[in-house]
Structures are given as structure tokens and as C-alpha cells.
Antibody, heavy 122, light 104 residues
């Protein structure tokens, strides 16, 4: 069973860049059936998809975040990463990495990491 | 981007009762590719229903999904104590705002 684990700082200053990495275990990030996604959830609100990437580097980003987001993949390490620049307090959220099944029925987030709380504060 | 609106915001019921949760889209959903997730406090969401009506692996049959076009429903036939949680609908990159199912 695939497992995902986020890693990165819990505190970021305003205007700085957030960098998170997700390590995938129990399965290959190079599977053709999946994309790999970043999702965030502000306190008390619903999840918000940030973007997705597959093992070939094909990417899709949320339009409202596209100017600030970069997602990359490292198949040799079975990892993918998120960079979100120009952070503000509105970006304070729990950040999840997840696996996106793009074969079964549309796009399904079928596995999630445990999440990491990122607080933007000076 | 599709906008998904869930209702009610909060649903207060007792164990053993039937729960009906609604998700409405602002446009017709292609092939009814709507999914439902359950989230418990401090945990990541987990997949319950996909393709509007198919249960994910290991999901008990008291959970069922229905609907098409713009209107979708998640039904829990007889609530168990572990079912009290927040439920989200999802279509591609869009999530609803959630329905909190709480014990009355």
C-alpha cells in the first residue's frame, strides 16, 4: 500500500518561499496511472487543490496560484516537491501531498499524506 | 473551474438514523465523475465514493452515492458512531466546502 510523507518547515515568513517535499513509499512514482498532487486546507475550510505532476513532468496548476507555484518530480528518489513563492498569511494551511488516480473515474485523490501545518508569520 | 456547493453546512443526527448530504455543481459534470471524501479531526480526507455511486475499497455498504448532472447525494443508511465527521464532494480540482455531520 502506497504511503506518502510530507517534509518541510512549519513556519515561513511573509514574502518568503515555501518548499515542501513528498516522499512516496510502497509504490513507484513512475506508475502511468497516477499523477501526484499537492492539496492544502486552511483551518476550518475545505481542501484546495494546488497542482499535480506525473513522472514525465507533465504539470497542471490551479489557475489562481499558477504565477507562484512550481511542482517538480525526482523519480530517482521517488519524490515530488512544491515551491510556493511570495507567501502571505492567507497561505497558512495544512499542506497535503496525495496520489491522483486519473484512470478509474476522473481524478480521484486515493492516497494522502498525513499533512503538515505551514504557518505564515513574521 | 466547477463550483461545488454542499448542503447543509451542519447536520445533527443520532446513531442509527439516516443521513442525506447534498452536493450541487454549477455546471453538468462530465460522466458524473463526482467523488465523496470523509475527514475526521486531525486526519487527511479519505476516499468514500467515486464515479458518483461506486464505493471505494473497504467502504461499508451503508454508504451510498447517487445523482447525475448537477445534483448529487451521499446517503448513510444507518449512522454508526464512527461516521460523525466532515464530508466533502470533489470533481477534478474542485472541492465543496463540506458538511459537518455531528451527533445530536
Amino acid at each position: 500500500q502506497v504511503q506518502l510523507q510530507e517534509a518541510g518547515p512549519g513556519l515561513v515568513k511573509p514574502s518568503e518561499t515555501l518548499s515542501l517535499t513528498c516522499t512516496v513509499s510502497g509504490g513507484s512514482i513512475s506508475s502511468t496511472n497516477y499523477f501526484w498532487a499537492w492539496i492544502r486546507q486552511p483551518p476550518g475550510k475545505g481542501p484546495e487543490w494546488i497542482g499535480s505532476i506525473n513522472y514525465r513532468g507533465t504539470k497542471f496548476y490551479r489557475s489562481s496560484l499558477e504565477s507562484r507555484v512550481t511542482i517538480s518530480v525526482d523519480t530517482s528518489k521517488n519524490q515530488f516537491s512544491l515551491r510556493l513563492k511570495s507567501m502571505t498569511t492567507a497561505d497558512t494551511s495544512v499542506y497535503y501531498c496525495g496520489r491522483l488516480d486519473v484512470v478509474t473515474a476522473g481524478s480521484l485523490f486515493d492516497s494522502w499524506g498525513q499533512g503538515t501545518l505551514v504557518t505564515v508569520s513574521s | 473551474e466547477v463550483v461545488l456547493t454542499q448542503s447543509p453546512g451542519t447536520l445533527s443526527l443520532s446513531p442509527g438514523e439516516r443521513a442525506t448530504l447534498s452536493c450541487r455543481a454549477d455546471q453538468n459534470l462530465f460522466s458524473n465523475y463526482l467523488a465523496w471524501y470523509q475527514q475526521k479531526p486531525g486526519r487527511a480526507p479519505s476516499l468514500l465514493i467515486y464515479g458518483a455511486s461506486s464505493r471505494a475499497t473497504g467502504i461499508p455498504d451503508r454508504f451510498s452515492g447517487s445523482g447525475s448532472g448537477t445534483d448529487f447525494t451521499l446517503t448513510i443508511s444507518r449512522l454508526e458512531p464512527e461516521d460523525f465527521a466532515v464530508y466533502y464532494c470533489q470533481y477534478y480540482g474542485s472541492f465543496g466546502q463540506g458538511t459537518k455531520l455531528e451527533i445530536e
